[in-house]
């Protein structure tokens, strides 16, 4: 039976740190706005009904929802709470089976009255428009509460996460900026991209895009001739601002041109 693999590696090539499939899903449901959600449906007993689903997070990582009882996933989560919320990774431009997803599957109940007004905060937090309607007397908040996930974070990467990890991770501290480092260095850096590659990587590539950042390293996606791989390349040190990102760049790519 075919299985999916990583690209080969040998026995004695040293791990390159990266955050851990909790961390990634966590930061992944963060820069997220909208997923799908499954429901079972009520007129169809047992099948999957699936609706795009804005979404928050509460403190434990835990999506909000802000429904109508006039709609139909409304209608079956009061017949059955068991639910299922995709989200995808927001921005990508490339084979939809190389990004992120994460599967988070739970239990769908109303938000208890003495915690309506926070979360009613996160909510609208994130979706300044539905102020609009978040008043009318159809509409309630909603919480999965989460009983286990599922993570993919592209091509050979993926397992399933234990909620109690899930809620006990923190987005990645660039997940905020890590969208304009990556267009940044793609655009005005990508000699030094290549220089990364064959320093740090040990990959004689000709052209290097970096595909992701977070505070433990980068991915990039390089081009040898015809041949098409990816590598990981660690920062020296955690980092968690775009100003450390710059000042650590620099440094390595110093490093990279002179040797040391």
């Known amino acids: 039976m075919s299985r999916h693999a990583g690209p080969p590696r040998a026995a004695d090539a040293p791990s390159i740190p990266e955050p851990t499939f909790a961390e990634r899903a966590r930061t992944l449901a963060y820069l997220g706005l909208t997923g799908a959600l499954a429901t079972l449906s009520r007129r169809h ?9 804005p979404y928050a997070l509460d403190d434990a990582g835990a999506p909000l929802f802000l429904i109508s009882t006039m709609a139909m996933h409304t209608q079956n989560l009061e017949a059955d709470a068991r639910a299922s919320l995709l989200i995808t990774q927001p921005g990508w431009s490339g084979d939809p089976l190389a990004a992120a997803r994460l599967t988070l599957m739970g239990e769908a109940r109303r938000v208890p009255e003495g ?17 609009y309607w ?8 909603w919480r999965l509460q989460v009983t286990d996930l599922y993570f993919v974070g592209g091509f050979a990467a993926m397992d399933w996460v234990t909620a109690a990890d899930y809620a006990a991770a923190r987005p990645d501290p660039l997940a905020d900026v890590a969208a304009g480092i990556v267009e940044h260095m793609n655009r005005d850096h990508a000699d030094a991209l290549v220089d990364y590659a064959r320093h740090f990587a040990g990959e004689r590539a000709d052209e290097a895009t970096m595909v992701a950042v977070d505070r433990l390293g980068f991915k990039l996606r390089l081009r040898s001739g015809d041949r098409l791989s990816s590598a990981r390349v660690a ?3 955690e980092v968690t601002t775009a100003a450390q990102s710059r ?9 990279a041109r002179t040797g040391r």
């Open 235 to 237: 920062f020296p040190c």
């Open 115 to 131: 915690t309506v007004a926070a979360a009613r905060e996160r909510y609208l937090a994130r979706h300044e428009r539905a102020r």
């Open 45 to 53: 007993p047992g099948h999957p009904f699936a609706s795009v689903m």
């Open 134 to 141: 978040a008043d009318f007397e159809d509409f309630a908040l």
């Open 247 to 255: 000042e650590v760049l620099i440094a390595m790519l110093k490093e």
